[in-house]
Every structure is written in C-alpha cells, then in structure tokens.
C-alpha cells in the first residue's frame, strides 16, 4: 500500500514563513507529479503548486514569489517553502502525488491527509 504522510503546518503571524514536507511510502516504482493544494473553509479546494518529476513548477498566481515547490526524486519527497504568509494563506493544505507502484499497474492519483496553515493578522 501507498500513502503520503505530510508534516509541517501550524500556526504562524502574516509575514512569517512555514514550510510543509510530504512523503511517499510503500511499494513505489515511480512518482510522476507532485503537488499541493488547499482548502479554505467554505471555498473549494485549489491549486497551489506543481512540480513534475523533471523539476518544472508551475503555481497559482495568489503565491508566486513567496511559495516554493520542491522535490527528492530519491526520497520521493516535496516539500511548499511558504514565505511572505498571509491570512488569506489559512486552510488546510494537502499533497497530492501520481504514482505507479509498478511498470504495468495504472497511476494512482494519491492525497495525504491534510495539514493546517493558520496565519494569523
């Protein structure tokens, strides 16, 4: 079996920084894309940033240059450097990663459980 477990999060003043961290376990043969996104209380969950196996990012436009995605093709990890925070930051934020468990199985679009970013004012 195949999980993301996630860490980081918490609570934070507007102009502070927190970094989240996620990681792939199980039985892996390959990680194709990784990703966060969030969701604030009564809005619908969004996009935040992207990263192919290949290092390409992409991000919503509410945190370029203050976010950023990274990644371990050898730890199968990603990890959100968030800087410049602000309270319309605050959601729960979750990763999401497309994985192959082996060459001939289909990809499995998995999510972790979710960890708070609160930042407060």
Do not use: H
């Amino acid at each position: 079996q195949v999980q993301l477990v996630e860490s980081g999060g918490g609570l934070v003043q507007a102009g502070g920084s927190l970094r989240l961290s996620c990681a792939a376990s199980g039985s892996i043969f390959r990680v194709n894309d990784m990703g966060w996104y969030r969701q604030a209380p009564g809005k619908q969950r969004e996009l935040v940033a992207t990263i192919t196996s290949g290092g390409e990012t992409n991000y919503a436009d509410s945190v370029k240059g203050r976010f950023t995605i990274s990644r371990d093709n050898a730890k199968n990890t990603v990890s959100l450097q968030m800087n410049s925070l602000k309270p319309e930051d605050t959601a729960v934020y979750y990763c999401n990663a497309a994985v192959r468990r082996t060459p001939s199985l289909r990809i499995l679009d998995l999510w972790g459980q979710g960890t708070q970013v609160t930042v407060s004012s």
